[in-house]
């Protein structure tokens, strides 16, 4: 896999060129993530707490009225049970199961009006029972259309919190305390950076050694140091002129090792590298507890959990990457340290 190289007539800028220190640019970004993550979760909380508290004072408030219109209606059912009787005494054949009869003209003034008294007196106490009934019912009926609101209002709160906090007014409220705004200008000053430099990367002024240090620390690409344990060539990267071997071992820490042509036959392997002294000594890699040598397959299987299916995806396109034909020359000015281990590795393979 090769990056964009620079254009080779892009003149050599400063010659220790200013790398983001990415891992901490990372944990800024998570930083500042975390906090509008909090300030999410606590909206979210306290908005789902509120429906619940009007809920709860709602149902208070309901419960009340219930007490009081159960206590209303057994006065008034007691008065209603009590006028019906009175009527019933004097006039019990006006009395039926389910309705009174009004009483004649003649009982009325036989009475003196009395009758007619009993009479709307036990209208009036019914009537007065069947609104304290109908008053029951509809606080009854309201405490049901309460929690079937609650739910509601409960299955709504996600996304309303969603909406909320992801409105400009909210945003801008809660960016307004220091803390929060402070974390949030620096990750627009890294966000800022990155799109100054895909801006030069695009129009090809970036010069290769700033591509290089700069891919090399994105990725954590560190510089090939014994020992080596487990390590393969995964990738070759390319800057300007130089190509680089990208080594990984077993824990996907990457390494680079500059390119010589020399390995191109060798790169379906997996080794070990260490120092003894000024000698450096190269040995195909075992499988643990076995003296068989491990392979590249066993090497994926490794960096991926032993999850067979996203190990034979890597190995597929690993397979692509050795059998490509590359024309890249062979890196000459280069540290000695890795001049040695090339050798050593030339040498290894050259055996074999």
Same mark, same amino acid.
């Given at each position: 896999?090769? *990056?964009?190289?620079?254009?080779?007539?892009?003149?050599?800028?400063?010659?220790?060129?200013? $790398?983001?220190?990415?891992?901490?640019?990372?944990?800024?970004?998570?930083?500042?993530?975390?906090?509008?993550?909090?300030?999410?979760?606590?909206?979210?909380?306290?908005?789902?707490?509120?429906?619940?508290?009007?809920?709860?004072? @709602?149902?208070?408030?309901?419960?009340?009225?219930?007490?009081?219109?159960?206590?209303?209606?057994?006065?008034?059912?007691?008065?209603?049970?009590?006028?019906?009787?009175?009527?019933?005494?004097?006039?019990?054949?006006? $009395?039926?199961?389910?309705? *009174?009869?009004?009483?004649?003209?003649?009982?009325?003034?036989?009475?003196?009006?009395?009758?007619?008294?009993?009479?709307?007196?036990?209208?009036?106490?019914?009537?007065?029972?069947?609104?304290?009934?109908?008053?029951?019912?509809?606080?009854?009926?309201?405490?049901?259309?309460?929690?079937?609101?609650?739910?509601?209002?409960? &299955?709504?709160?996600?996304? $309303?919190? @969603?909406?909320?906090?992801?409105?400009?007014?909210?945003?801008?409220?809660?960016?307004?305390?220091?803390?929060?705004?402070?974390?949030?200008? @620096?990750?627009?000053?890294?966000?800022?950076?990155?799109?100054?430099?895909?801006?030069? /990367?695009?129009?090809? $002024?970036?010069?290769?050694?700033?591509?290089?240090?700069?891919? #090399?620390? &994105?990725?954590?690409?560190?510089?090939?140091?014994?020992?080596?344990?487990?390590?393969?060539?995964?990738?070759?990267?390319?800057?300007?002129?130089?190509?680089?071997?990208?080594?990984?071992?077993?824990?996907?820490?990457?390494?680079? /090792?500059?390119?010589?042509?020399?390995?191109?036959? @060798?790169?379906?392997?997996? #080794?070990?590298?260490?120092?003894?002294?000024?000698?450096?000594?190269?040995?195909?890699?075992?499988?643990?507890?076995?003296? /068989?040598?491990?392979?590249?397959?066993?090497? #994926?299987?490794?960096?991926?959990?032993?999850?067979?299916?996203?190990?034979?995806?890597?190995?597929?396109?690993?397979?692509?990457?050795?059998?490509?034909?590359?024309?890249?020359?062979?890196?000459?000015?280069?540290?000695?340290?890795?001049?040695?281990?090339?050798?050593?590795?030339?040498?290894?393979?050259?055996?074999?």
């Amino acid at each position: 896999m090769a *990056l964009m190289t620079p254009n080779p007539e892009t003149p050599t800028a400063d010659p220790t060129p200013v $790398v983001p220190n990415f891992r901490e640019d990372e944990r800024l970004r998570a930083r500042y993530q975390s906090m509008l993550d909090r300030r999410i979760k606590t909206f979210a909380m306290e908005h789902e707490n509120s429906i619940r508290r009007n809920a709860s004072t @709602k149902r208070d408030e309901l419960r009340e009225q219930l007490d009081v219109a159960n206590a209303e209606y057994e006065r008034a059912r007691a008065a209603a049970d009590a006028a019906r009787e009175a009527y019933g005494a004097a006039y019990p054949e006006h $009395v039926k199961k389910l309705r *009174l009869v009004e009483p004649s003209v003649v009982e009325n003034m036989r009475s003196l009006g009395g009758a007619g008294k009993l009479y709307h007196a036990a209208q009036e106490a019914w009537l007065a029972a069947e609104r304290a009934t109908s008053d029951v019912r509809r606080i009854e009926h309201n405490e049901e259309q309460l929690e079937i609101e609650l739910k509601k209002a409960l &299955e709504r709160a996600p996304q $309303v919190s @969603k909406e909320v906090t992801e409105s400009e007014k909210w945003l801008a409220e809660i960016h307004a305390e220091e803390e929060l705004a402070n974390a949030r200008a @620096k990750v627009d000053e890294i966000d800022a950076e990155r799109a100054a430099f895909a801006k030069r /990367l695009a129009d090809r $002024v970036v010069p290769a050694d700033e591509l290089r240090l700069r891919t #090399f620390a &994105e990725a954590d690409i560190k510089r090939a140091v014994l020992p080596l344990e487990a390590v393969m060539f995964y990738r070759i990267e390319q800057f300007g002129s130089s190509a680089y071997y990208i080594l990984r071992d077993k824990r996907k820490q990457l390494y680079a /090792l500059p390119y010589d042509r020399r390995l191109e036959s @060798k790169l379906d392997a997996v #080794f070990d590298i260490a120092q003894a002294g000024e000698r450096i000594d190269v040995r195909r890699s075992l499988r643990e507890n076995t003296r /068989l040598q491990m392979t590249v397959n066993d090497h #994926f299987i490794a960096c991926n959990d032993k999850q067979e299916t996203a190990a034979q995806t890597e190995l597929l396109e690993h397979r692509r990457f050795v059998a490509e034909k590359r024309m890249l020359p062979s890196m000459t000015n280069v540290d000695e340290s890795d001049a040695k281990i090339v050798e050593a590795l030339i040498a290894f393979t050259s055996e074999r």
